[in-house]
């Protein structure tokens, strides 16, 4: 039996939002994935200013992810896959929550709300890259319906990535 998935609430991130994903991310379980410690502050400054352009360029974006109260638990959204290896020119969808948050449902939620945004400005498809070892982000693409279509080797870490596609 499914559970009903978290009321999440989407926003393009505000210069706050940088010190609220620098303090929710600054944990190294949260980064495993993700470089593997935490990042400084100035990484999110750049990460939420560059994400307020997208906005006003595409429409889309990474999201803040706020809980029914208001709190910023992480981010999900889409942008360019921003190398050159992998999926180039593609829309990657992705998440990142705050430990506290994992296994509420809340990347389920925020994911599937961001599939309805970018359906209804007419992206056609999307991946999203994980790390083969990230099991809760590849159960996420499996809630969303997506399908592996390929496998990577990342370049600066050596690490297998598996490229997830959904046709919108």
Same mark, same amino acid.
């Given at each position: ?67 029914? @109260?208001?709190? &910023?638990?992480?981010?999900? =959204? ?8 992998? %999926? /180039?020119? #593609?829309? *990657? ?43 809760? @982000?590849?159960? &996420?693409?499996?809630?969303? =319906? ?8 990342? %370049? /600066?870490? #050596?690490? *297998? ?8």
């Amino acid at each position: 039996m499914n559970r009903a998935l978290p009321a999440v609430q989407l926003r393009v991130p505000t210069d706050e939002d940088a010190f609220a994903w620098h303090r929710v991310f600054d944990d190294p379980e949260v980064m495993e994935f993700h470089g593997g410690r935490s990042a400084e502050l100035s990484v999110y400054e750049e990460l939420t200013a560059r994400q307020r352009r997208h906005d006003a360029e595409r429409g889309f974006c990474l999201w803040s992810v706020l809980d029914d @109260s208001g709190d &910023v638990v992480g981010f999900t =959204g889409a942008q360019p896959w921003p190398h050159e290896w992998g %999926p /180039s020119g #593609e829309i *990657e969808i992705g998440w990142r929550l705050g430990r506290a948050h994992w296994g509420r449902g809340y990347a389920s939620a925020a994911a599937g709300a961001t599939l309805e945004r970018l359906r209804a400005l007419g992206v056609p498809h999307v991946v999203a890259m994980v790390d083969v070892r990230n099991e809760r @982000s590849i159960a &996420v693409t499996r809630r969303l =319906g997506m399908r592996l279509a390929e496998t990577f080797v990342t %370049p /600066s870490s #050596e690490r *297998e990535g598996r490229c997830y596609r959904l046709d919108l």
